[in-house]
Structures are given as C-alpha cells and as structure tokens.
C-alpha cells in the first residue's frame, strides 16, 4: 500500500523519488570503487585506508563551515542540485580515465575527497529542505518514508552493485551511480518548496549551531549518545569480518546473506516506528531504538557452538540491529525537525556531523590496536556492551518525558539559558510558533 504521505504530497513524492534513486546508486559504488582499487590497480591496505579517508576527513573539515555557509546564503535546493550534479561529472572522471589507461590509485584519492566535500554540501541542506516538504505532524511518517528507502536500497543495491561490476567491469558500473544523481538532481529542479529563512550575519556565525546544541539538553545528550555508540560501533565494524571468517569460519557467501539480514531488519523496522512512537512516544521510541540498535550485536562476540547455532546467531544480531537502527533514525530525524530553529538547522547538522564523524576512525583505530592487544572476541565484547552504555546519556534529559513533536514549553529547555528564537524556550511567540510549523 502505499503512503498516504506519498499519495496526498505531490512534491515530497518527486523528492522521494531522486533520493531513493540516488539512493541505489550509493550502494553501487561502496562496492564498485573498492573492487576497482582492488582488481584492478591492485591497492593494498595502506592504498585502501588513503581511500577510505579520503571520503571522510571532508566531514571534518568542512560539516562546520558548509552549515553555515548554507544557513546564511540560503537557496538549499540549488545547493543541492549542485552538488548532485557535482558529484555526477567526479564520477564519470573515472571510467573516463580508465577507457584513455590513464587510471591511478591518485585520482581516485582526489574523486573521493571531492565527492566526500560536496556530500557535506549536500547533506547540511538536507534538513532544512525536509522540514520545508513535510508538515510538522507528519515528520514521523516522512522520515519513516526516506529511511525505509534507504533500507530498501541496503537490500537490493549491493546485489544491483555485484551485477553491474560483473557485466560492465567497475570502472563502468559508477556510470549507474553517476546517472541516479544526475536522476536526484532533476528530480530536486522539478520542485519549489518555500524554504526556511536564512540567517542574519551575526556575532559566531560559524559556532551558533555547536552553541545550540550545548544549550540544547536534548540535542546535547543525543550527541553524547552518538559519539559514544559510534566510537564503539566503529570498534566493532573494523573487527567483524575479519572475526566472522577467521575465527567463525563463515563463508563469504554467507556473510552476504548474514549482511541482508541487517537491510531486512531495517525495512521492518521502518514499517513499526510510527506505531511505536504512537505507543510509547518519540522520546522514549528514541531511547528504544538507541539500545536497540546495538544490543543485538552482543549476540556476535556470543556465538559457539555446531556451525548452523553461530549462523542463527549471526542473523539476529545484524536483524535485530538494522531493526533498531531505522527505529532511532526516524524517531530522531523527526525530534531534531521539530526541535531546531529553521535558520539554525544547516549549522546545528554540520556541528552535529563532525562529531559524529569524527569519532568513527577513532573507533576503528582503537579496534584495531585493541584487537591486536588483547583478541578479537574480547575487543568485541568491550565494543558491543560500550555501545549498549550509551544510551544512559539520554536518561537525565527531558528524552524520555517528549512525547510528541507539540512545542512543550518550560521542560524542553531546562538549562537552556541563550537559546531565545527556538519555539520552546519560555513563552515560546506565536510568530516562533508559526515559523517552527512551516
């Protein structure tokens, strides 16, 4: 059946429609890019961590700057047209200079930076433009509506990705990702939503979002969780490939299929989150998929035993955890639209992204240096139940007293002193109100 958000809401349906495009055609160059690095200029683990960092240290350097630039000069949608379109002509570089011989390992590096700089360009308007799509009542339900999709393309993209390396080489199968952004970004001119306000030139132009989310307990706390989850998150993703073939003795074929079990576990997840949050509310729904998300995976360091008893172990745990993980993503992309103020939201998701961000090789690095000192199976014991911790950030916020995205007054900003213009400090104008509600 399909959405009525989907049915009723012309224009979001149009954006939906790029997104999950563009979506598919990500998960066809996670694959691509690495097996062309591999097969075919024969990078080795040095080569292939340049390239992975390559792709991340944008985040760092720019989330900040991008936010800001983004808030103050407005015209979120051109951004984002750009940068699709951007990202469409980096790609096609490749199979180009693949076709001429004339492919290193240096180009790929300079593709993946580049890329990665426009992916924060793109990403910090995002939010500004969802809010502008989708009423404040249905946040839920968009937000539900885009991650599922995005689980849909966890699912089905990295066998489109297999296929398309198989039958056209990996230089050729980023043509297909090159296409869906080009896809994203006609899509994106075909709509003309009013955007939110841009900011006014201010005193900390750059730093006003990290300040919100300090005074922000909520946001504050949800930061807290995610920099503690991802560090031990990234702990244990470094590790869980190389524990479950060497030490599990899984197949690669199988640990595919164990993999799918996670994108499976995401769809579902999608699919009960708005009942949930009508249930238990968003806050505590929130709470649920960030001990959700990574309580399954204790099951990883846990299987023994005949090989069919690790294998059914191995499928919940990555079932269970894209389960949580679509729970927690919808619940606090719906919580972060209702709560931030409009001019403030590029700034407050590019403070946001470089902490989250920033501890992920951290983690990895840790995981490495740990399993190499004490084991792989206790590392990722101390991984899994760090992350389980994590949620006790949220515990002494006001997290499990929000119940909906209604402006709640007085208690959604305990502590909050300086944070005037956000539509729930004391108070709250009609004219904040009414900007809050599109």
């Given at each position: 059946?399909?959405p009525?958000?989907l049915r009723?809401?012309?224009?979001?349906?149009?954006?939906?429609?790029?997104?999950i495009?563009s979506l598919f055609?990500?998960?066809?160059t996670?694959l691509?890019?690495?097996?062309l690095?591999?097969?075919?200029?024969?990078?080795?683990?040095?080569?292939m961590?340049y390239l992975?960092a390559?792709?991340?240290?944008?985040?760092?350097?720019?989330?900040?700057h991008?936010?800001?630039?983004?808030?103050?000069r407005?015209?979120?949608r051109?951004?984002?047209?750009?940068?699709?379109?951007?990202?469409?002509?980096?790609?096609?570089t490749?199979?180009?200079a693949?076709a001429?011989?004339?492919?290193?390992?240096?180009?790929?590096?300079?593709?993946?930076?580049l890329v990665?700089?426009l992916s924060v360009?793109f990403m910090?308007?995002?939010s500004?433009?969802?809010?502008?799509?989708?009423p404040r009542d249905?946040y839920?339900?968009?937000n539900?509506i885009?991650?599922?999709?995005?689980a849909?393309?966890?699912a089905?993209?990295?066998?489109?990705?297999?296929?398309?390396?198989?039958?056209?080489?990996?230089p050729?199968a980023l043509?297909?990702?090159?296409?869906?952004?080009?896809?994203?970004a006609?899509c994106?001119?075909?709509?003309?939503?009013?955007?939110p306000?841009t900011?006014k030139?201010?005193r900390?132009?750059?730093t006003?979002?990290?300040r919100f989310i300090v005074?922000?307990?909520?946001?504050?706390a949800?930061?807290?969780?995610?920099?503690?989850?991802?560090?031990?998150?990234?702990?244990?993703?470094?590790?869980?490939?190389?524990?479950?073939t060497?030490a599990?003795?899984?197949?690669?074929?199988m640990?595919?299929?164990v993999?799918?079990?996670?994108?499976?576990g995401?769809?579902?997840?999608?699919?009960?989150?708005?009942?949930l949050?009508?249930?238990?509310g968003?806050?505590?729904?929130?709470i649920?998929?960030?001990?959700?998300?990574?309580?399954p995976l204790i099951?990883?360091?846990a299987?023994?035993?005949?090989?069919?008893?690790?294998?059914?172990?191995?499928f919940?745990?990555r079932?269970?955890?894209?389960?949580?993980?679509?729970?927690?993503d919808?619940?606090i992309?719906?919580?972060?639209?209702a709560?931030?103020?409009?001019?403030?939201?590029s700034?407050?998701?590019?403070?946001?992204?470089?902490?989250n961000?920033g501890v992920?090789?951290?983690?990895?690095?840790?995981?490495g240096?740990?399993?190499?000192?004490?084991g792989l199976?206790?590392?990722?014991?101390?991984?899994?139940?760090?992350?389980?911790?994590?949620f006790l950030?949220?515990?002494p916020?006001?997290?499990p007293?929000?119940?909906?995205?209604e402006?709640?007054?007085d208690n959604?900003?305990?502590?909050?002193?300086?944070?005037?213009?956000?539509?729930?400090?004391r108070?709250?104008?009609?004219?904040q109100h009414?900007?809050?509600a599109?």
């Amino acid at each position: 059946m399909i959405p009525r958000l989907l049915r009723e809401n012309g224009p979001f349906r149009t954006f939906w429609a790029g997104e999950i495009i563009s979506l598919f055609g990500d998960q066809i160059t996670l694959l691509a890019l690495p097996l062309l690095a591999v097969l075919l200029l024969h990078a080795g683990p040095k080569e292939m961590g340049y390239l992975t960092a390559a792709g991340l240290v944008p985040t760092l350097f720019f989330a900040l700057h991008a936010g800001a630039w983004v808030d103050r000069r407005g015209r979120r949608r051109q951004v984002m047209i750009a940068a699709d379109a951007g990202r469409a002509l980096l790609l096609l570089t490749i199979p180009a200079a693949y076709a001429m011989g004339r492919l290193t390992m240096a180009h790929l590096y300079a593709v993946a930076f580049l890329v990665g700089v426009l992916s924060v360009l793109f990403m910090v308007a995002y939010s500004a433009l969802f809010v502008s799509l989708v009423p404040r009542d249905r946040y839920v339900e968009g937000n539900a509506i885009l991650h599922g999709s995005r689980a849909l393309s966890f699912a089905g993209g990295p066998s489109l990705g297999g296929f398309l390396v198989q039958t056209l080489s990996a230089p050729f199968a980023l043509v297909a990702d090159a296409i869906s952004f080009l896809a994203s970004a006609f899509c994106l001119g075909r709509i003309s939503p009013v955007e939110p306000q841009t900011a006014k030139d201010e005193r900390g132009h750059v730093t006003a979002g990290a300040r919100f989310i300090v005074r922000s307990p909520i946001i504050r706390a949800s930061m807290a969780w995610g920099a503690t989850c991802n560090f031990f998150n990234y702990m244990f993703s470094a590790l869980f490939v190389l524990y479950t073939t060497r030490a599990l003795h899984v197949q690669p074929a199988m640990l595919g299929a164990v993999l799918g079990a996670g994108a499976i576990g995401a769809v579902f997840g999608s699919t009960i989150t708005g009942w949930l949050a009508g249930r238990l509310g968003i806050g505590p729904t929130y709470i649920l998929g960030c001990i959700l998300f990574p309580a399954p995976l204790i099951l990883v360091p846990a299987a023994a035993g005949p090989a069919s008893l690790i294998l059914a172990f191995l499928f919940a745990a990555r079932f269970g955890s894209g389960l949580g993980v679509m729970v927690l993503d919808i619940s606090i992309g719906s919580i972060f639209a209702a709560l931030i103020p409009h001019h403030l939201r590029s700034r407050v998701s590019g403070a946001f992204t470089v902490v989250n961000y920033g501890v992920r090789p951290v983690g990895a690095l840790a995981g490495g240096l740990l399993g190499g000192a004490i084991g792989l199976r206790p590392t990722l014991w101390i991984a899994t139940v760090g992350a389980v911790a994590g949620f006790l950030w949220l515990l002494p916020s006001p997290m499990p007293r929000l119940r909906t995205l209604e402006p709640a007054g007085d208690n959604m900003n305990e502590a909050d002193p300086g944070v005037e213009n956000d539509g729930y400090s004391r108070g709250h104008s009609t004219s904040q109100h009414r900007t809050l509600a599109r």
